[in-house]
């Protein structure tokens, strides 16, 4: 009873912060309550705004690291950092679409640009994943988050991971229909452009990813080690409620979770050892995926460089129950992985074998982004400096 007591304090306390507090253009507002060791953290959206028709770009959840929710190192699981940063943006973004009258809709994710993991989070510390809208076009939004470790005994905090996200708000009268988005309040004016650059860019990308997604996953029979073939894996998943919206669509941070798994599992194949996820290339959700499902997920390694493992990830989805829909591909992405000895140092990985030609031709195009990575990693060090 005193749990529950706290809880609706808590949720009060939330709810007089949001009617007073008007939104800033500084940033976004963090938990106000500090935890105590052993104290229980509840999961929470805080909105930081006013009630008016001008809603909040802000937002933050908070929530603490659970035994479940690690790896087999004991760290937390990439693919739930990713599944709490896909929250945090879902929640911000169908809020700000449904900030004015009209038709209800809901935010369903379209594309995650890359998203850097900096540094690991571990079982016991709390994560506060914040979220803000940062540019909106006529039928998408951007949404920046940043996540947050905070150790509760010493109360040290560090920054975990960055990403960019884009939503659209689909009907909830038909969720095929796309609808117009409110526009937001710039403080700049330089603000819209950069971000319309942004919107334009990844547009681009996005259509080329599709247009070069025919490749399927296919099983070899007794393959050689360090080959493509050896480590390449697969997942097949029936999409049930639980991985479901209210209105029968997948989560995007669902399946960015089972991509994330599937992407290890290719990497430990490989290297034999204990592997975690470093960054994650675009994720592009090329369709929805539907209550009912059947969803296949299906990794290959594609690049190695001498401390690196890039994997290509590739979600088909078979909608079992419709006699009328056949098989597509429903998203892509590329993760990259590294290899960490029992004390959590960097390990050699065994280099790639490829051995058809299209086995050659992707180790030449992911060997192109990882030299394109490092020169900006290198480039931003230097302005820094």
């Given at each position: 009873?005193?749990?529950?007591?706290?809880?609706?304090?808590?949720?009060?306390?939330?709810?007089?912060?949001?009617?007073?507090?008007?939104?800033?253009?500084?940033?976004?507002?963090?938990?106000?309550?500090?935890?105590?060791?052993?104290?229980?953290?509840?999961?929470?959206?805080?909105?930081?705004?006013?009630?008016?028709?001008?809603?909040?770009?802000?937002?933050?959840?908070?929530?603490?690291?659970?035994?479940?929710?690690?790896?087999?190192?004991?760290?937390?699981?990439?693919?739930?950092?990713?599944?709490?940063?896909?929250?945090?943006?879902?929640?911000?973004?169908?809020?700000?679409?449904?900030?004015?009258?009209?038709?209800?809709?809901?935010?369903?994710?379209?594309?995650?640009?890359?998203?850097?993991?900096?540094?690991?989070?571990?079982?016991?510390?709390?994560a506060h994943v914040s979220a803000e809208i940062t540019y909106t076009s006529k039928h998408s939004v951007e949404v920046q988050v940043n996540v947050m470790s905070e150790n509760i005994l010493t109360g040290t905090k560090k920054l975990t991971n960055k990403a960019t996200l884009w939503y659209v708000p689909l009907s909830l009268k038909n969720v095929d229909k796309v609808l117009e988005v409110p526009p937001v309040v710039y403080s700049r004016q330089e603000q819209e452009e950069e971000g319309r650059k942004r919107y334009e860019a990844q547009k681009l990308e996005r259509m080329e990813t599709k247009w070069r997604n025919g490749d399927i996953v296919q099983p070899v029979l007794n393959p050689e080690p360090n080959t493509v073939s050896y480590s390449q894996s697969s997942l097949i998943h029936l999409v049930g409620p639980s991985d479901c919206t209210l209105h029968g669509f997948v989560h995007g941070g669902v399946t960015m979770k089972l991509m994330d798994e599937v992407a290890g599992i290719v990497a430990a194949r490989h290297c034999k050892t204990n592997i975690v996820t470093a960054s994650v290339d675009a994720i592009n959700f090329h369709d929805k995926i539907r209550k009912g499902c059947v969803i296949t997920i299906s990794g290959r390694m594609t690049f190695t460089s001498n401390k690196s493992m890039e994997i290509e990830v590739l979600v088909d989805a078979d909608p079992v129950v419709n006699n009328f829909v056949k098989r597509y591909r429903a998203a892509s992405a590329f993760f990259t992985f590294v290899s960490l000895s029992p004390e959590g140092k960097s390990l050699p990985v065994p280099q790639l074998v490829p051995e058809t030609e299209d086995e050659k031709k992707r180790f030449e195009e992911g060997k192109g982004r990882y030299l394109q990575m490092k020169a900006k990693r290198q480039g931003q060090a230097e302005t820094q400096a």
């Open positions: 009873m005193r749990l529950l007591t706290r809880a609706l304090c808590l949720c009060e306390l939330g709810r007089q912060a949001t009617s007073r507090r008007p939104v800033t253009a500084q940033g976004c507002l963090g938990p106000r309550n500090s935890k105590r060791p052993g104290q229980r953290c509840w999961a929470s959206i805080k909105a930081v705004g006013t009630r008016s028709a001008l809603l909040s770009k802000f937002g933050v959840i908070t929530r603490i690291m659970r035994p479940d929710d690690a790896n087999v190192a004991g760290n937390v699981h990439g693919g739930t950092v990713l599944k709490m940063i896909e929250e945090a943006g879902a929640i911000i973004s169908t809020r700000h679409c449904n900030s004015q009258n009209g038709e209800r809709c809901v935010a369903a994710l379209a594309r995650v640009e890359r998203t850097d993991f900096l540094s690991p989070m571990c079982i016991g510390e709390v």
